[in-house]
Every structure is written in C-alpha cells, then in structure tokens.
C-alpha cells in the first residue's frame, strides 16, 4: 500500500485538514444557516447528555435523593413550583431535568450503539451481495426484503416481545441496553445492506476496480480497501438518518415496556410513565421528556437532509 | 404476465412458509401448554402421559407438519386468556384495526396528493417550504408522541394565560391559545354492529368522534413520508421531455400537471406507499396502546403481557399474511399499471 501510493503520488498530498477546509462540504455549511443551528444544537444536547452525572442536581438513580413528598411539582413557570427543581418533578419526586438529561444519555448511546450494529452488519451484507453477487446476493437480498416489507418497527418490537418472554421481565430490564442494541441493529441492516448494495453495484463495473483485479489483488482487499471508500457518501447519509430512526425506535420500544425500565429510565420510558398522570393534569412528566425527544430527534434529521443535498448520493429508492 | 403471477405468488408463499418456521419455534420453545392445562397438584407421570397424548414427543417435522395443516385451516388453538379459538378472538379485534387504518390511509392520501403536487409545482412558494418544514418535523415525532399532543389538547385541553387577562387583547389571545378538550380520546365508542363481529365506528357521528384522534395520529407519522415521496416524483417528472413537449404544444398547465405528470407521479407511490399502508398496521400497535382502541395491536400487547403464546402466534401468522397479501397485490397491481417493468426477470 504504502510503497505503490509514495510512488504514484508525485505531488504532495495536501493535508487533511487543508483537504477538509477547501471542500465543498463546508463551503455549504457555511452557507446554510439552518445545518449550523442543527449542528449547534446537536452538540449541545450530546454535551449534556455526556455530562450529565456533573451536570445534573441530582442522580435519578440514587434512590436516597430522591424524595417522594417532592413528587409531581411543576415546572418552574407553572404556579405551584419548587425553585429547586427548574423543570419540576416526575411521580416518583425524581427531578425531571436530571431525570431527562439521563435519560437522554441512555437514549443516545442506544442510538449510536444500534447504528453501528447496523452498519457492521448492513454494509458487510451489503458488500458480499453486491461484489459476489450470484446466490449470495439473492439470499441476503430475499432475506432483506422480506425483513424490510415488515417494517423494522415490527420486527424491533416482535423480537423485543419475544426476547423479553424468553428472559423474564427482571433479566431483560437488567440488560435493556445491550438487548436493545441488539434489537434495534438486527431489526434496521437491511437499510444500510441495500444502499450499499446499490452503490457497489454501480462501482462494481468501474474501471479502477477491473485495473485491481488485474493486478492480483484479493476480492476482500478489493471490497474494503477499493470499493467501500467511494461508497461512504451514502453510508453517511443514511447513516444520520438511523440515528434518528434508532432513537424512535428505542423510544417506541420503551413506550410499549418492551425498553429500558422506569429505574433507568431513557426518553421513551419517560413519556410512558409520565402519560399514567397526564390526565391528572400533571403534563409535564410526559411533554418535557417528549419535547427533548423531538428536539433531538429533528436535528439530526434536518443534518440528515443537508448532508443529502451536499453529498447527493444515488440513494436507493424504495 | 402468468409467468410473473406465478413468481409472485411462489415468493408469497416462501415468506409465510418462513413465518410459520417462526411461529411454530415461538410456540414451541415459549409455552408449555400441559403447564396451562393441569394444575399443580398433576403428577408428572399424567403429565408425560398427557404430553403423548397431544404429541408433543413428536418429532419437530412431525409437530410442524401439524402446526402447518391445522394454521392451513385457521386453527392455531385456544387463547389461554380469552379460553376462546386465537382465531375468533382476532377476527373480533380484527375490525377495529381496520377501521383505524382506512380511516388513516384516506387522511394520507386525501392530504399528501394535493400538498404533493402543489409543493412539485411551486418549489419556492412560502407555502411549498412550510410543508417541508412541517414535513420534517412530522417525521421526528414519534406517533405516540403525536397521540399524547393531541389528547392533551383536544381531550384534556390547555389553558395558558402567557398574556394579561384583564385587557380585551389579552384575554382574546389567551382564549385563541387554550382549547377546550372534550374530544373522546379513549376506546371505541358505542359502535353500531354491522354484521357478525363486525362493529363499525363510521356509521354514527359519535362514533366518528371516537375515531379521530387515533386516525389523526395514525395518519401523522405516514403523511410527511408521502408528501415528500410525491413532491420527488412530481418534481422528477416535470424534468422529463414529455412534459417539456406538451407545455411547447400549448397544453394547458393543469391538464399537463393533473392528467400527465400525475399519472407517472403515482407510479412509484403506488409501489411504495402501498408497502407503507402496510406497515401502518405495526404502527397500530403504539396507536392503539395510546388510545386504549380495542385493536389487534392492543391485543397482541396484552398478550404479551399475559404470555399467551397461541394469541401471540396466530397474531404473527394473520399479520404476517396481511402483509405478504398487501405487497404481492402491490407487485401486481404495479405490474398491470406499468407494462415496462420486467415481468419476468428476464432481460427485456
């Protein structure tokens, strides 16, 4: 590798970063104000979800701080509040910002953590199907549109049903976020797999990849080394896309207690255990939780878009 | 065409054969139905001999070929919870689901078709970028999230008194912001029976009433999806030359717009949205659950719950067959309408 590229590359290679600052990416995220408020936001929210234990007034999961008398006040705004808790407290006196930067917490890395399961698995897939193509590739091609006319919902919460039948309620909660991860990643590849597929297909007959095959090279290095490379733009792309879709999907996972318990709770839980006491008036339990989902969830779908419109990748259709 | 149904129907089967394989591992690894059957007090001995009865000390093939002959014939056992036929106990929860999504699919297409075109046609209106702007924000909701906004707003009702009360203005605003509620936002209503286990909420307008919120929601989380799916294909096929030559022929716009272009638009919509209108029955689930609708998907929660294993079977072999029926039909339905699609695989 090295010795073929020092050979070739007469000119000096311009720096990554010099790379990076001359490109187009972000010459038109300077020029879109909305990718940058996306951007801001998002990092801010991942900010205070990783601080959260130094951030937060109290730890939710510390059952000695939490106070039962102190339970369903109001957010600050709201007659009836506690100036000790900004955003009030949920049923069990937990205090709702520290609850919900927690619980963002737990949200993200269940996200982030289902995503790279799925990319592992969905862009390998989708490797093997599109450079191999033949039997492998109508196998797992079957296999994903058969995953795919079920919607990935379906099958999450089918198989979070059934993992959770087989486990019993108390181990399942006690593992939630491995399980989930697990969950959502195997309910999501056939997403990443066709993409994928679709694009090495189109790299497939280029010349470069005929010129690597002459020169010996094995199919693995030219799957990973040669074709993967030219196929990252649409990988980014669906890959913020999946975020956002993993985050709904533990979301509706937990809403349905098929997720994270109400002990550790994750925004999802939040909501399905704030919605009990909704018609009690006290709305804020669900619609805080609820708000801070959206808000998250909608950043990184408003990057997904910029990133689509830069990138422009031949996205699989349908 | 034959050679195409053919294929279409050999894969339709493939994917229930599959399913089945599903079904059967489920119920044969999660219930012991000897466990459900005897009490406690059963000596083991009765037990085995019960067990050889039923034979469940068949071979697996022996036990599937069973499982398949008798799910053939829409018998998959008694409901443990209900003590009533899994098969009776869904088609009674059958309807319900139903309604709620053709009450949800008209809504879509009712909306997305007009709010598609109108965004295809003026890409830069005012209007076009706020159902985008909405349309992304729709997709970031999720549907349970949607149901608990709209029950807090038109069943609970908001009062909010962000501006002074005593003066006219104020008052008036803080009237415009606050809502009532009122709206039925939990079960079904009184529906009127048609005939069978066949209620219906469409028939009276409280029943109606009942309907809307649950379909409201339901309809949210499909809506963006299509009105963006819509507005890309219209915006695809205006590039097109067809388009060019009719306008360059002096064809009116909303003939070239409503009779040409939409014709090919819906081609893909078709395709797509008819495997999303499918997928709207797993979203049924979080509807449901939300709206305490007696559905299928507040069913299959509940037997979840319950660990009714028949009940959790038969509800993926009759969804399951939903689906494959909803996808084979839009394959075909794709094949009449587009005779350029390669019916048969072979190269053209």
Known sequence: ?????????????????????????????????????????????????????????????????????ASELPPFWVDGSDPAYLMGTDAQGRDLLSTILYGARVSLIIGFGAVALQALLGVSFGLLAGYLGGRVDAFLMRLADIQ????????????????????????????????????????????????????????????????????????????????????????????????????????????????MPETHPSLGSLIKSGFDYIQSGSWWITLIPGAMLVILVLVINLLGDWLRDVLNPRLYKG | MIAFLIKRLYHALLVMFVISIIAFAIQDNLGDPIQQMVGQSVPESEREALREELGLNDPFLVQYLRFAGNAVQFDFGYSYTFNQPTTEVIMRHLPATLELVAASTFLIIALSVPIGVYSAIRPRAWLTRFFMGVSIVGISIPVFLTAIVLIQIFAIGISVTPFPADTGW????????????????????DPVNVFGTWDTNFASLTGLTYLVLPAVSLASIMLPLFIRLIRAEMLEVLQSEYVKFARAKGISLRRIYFIHALKNTMLPVITVGGVQIGTLVAYTILTETVFQWPGMGLMFLNAIQRSDVPLIVTYLMIVGLIFVITNTLVDLIYGLVNPTVKLTGKPA
């Not at chain 1, 720096?15 to 990076?20: P, T």
């Open chain 1, 1 to 69: 590798m090295t010795t073929t590229n020092s050979s070739m590359d007469v000119a000096p290679v311009a720096s990554r970063w010099s790379r990076f600052r001359g490109s187009y990416l972000l010459y038109s995220f300077k020029r879109d104000p909305i990718a940058q408020l996306s951007l801001l936001v998002f990092i801010v929210l991942v900010g205070v979800a990783v601080l959260a234990p130094w951030l937060a007034p109290m730890d939710p999961y510390d059952l000695a701080q939490i106070d039962i008398l």
């Open chain 1, 148 to 259: 795919l006319s079920f919607s990935t919902l379906m099958v999450a919460i089918v198989v979070g049903a059934l993992v959770k039948a087989v486990f019993g309620g108390a181990t399942y909660s006690d593992f939630a976020v491995p399980l989930l991860v697990l969950i959502i990643g195997l309910a999501e590849w056939p997403q990443y797999a066709r993409t994928v597929r679709a694009s090495v297909l189109a790299e497939r007959s280029k010349e470069y990849v005929d010129a690597a095959r002459v020169m010996g090279f094995t199919s693995r290095r030219i799957m990973f080394r040669h074709i993967l490379p030219n196929t990252l733009s649409p990988i980014f792309v669906i890959s913020t896309v999946q975020v956002a879709n993993a985050i709904i999907s533990e979301a509706a996972l937990s809403f349905l207690g098929l997720g």
């Open chain 2, 170 to 189: 104020g008052a008036w605003l803080n009237d415009l912001l606050s809502t009532d509620g009122g709206m039925p936002a939990y079960g079904r209503g």
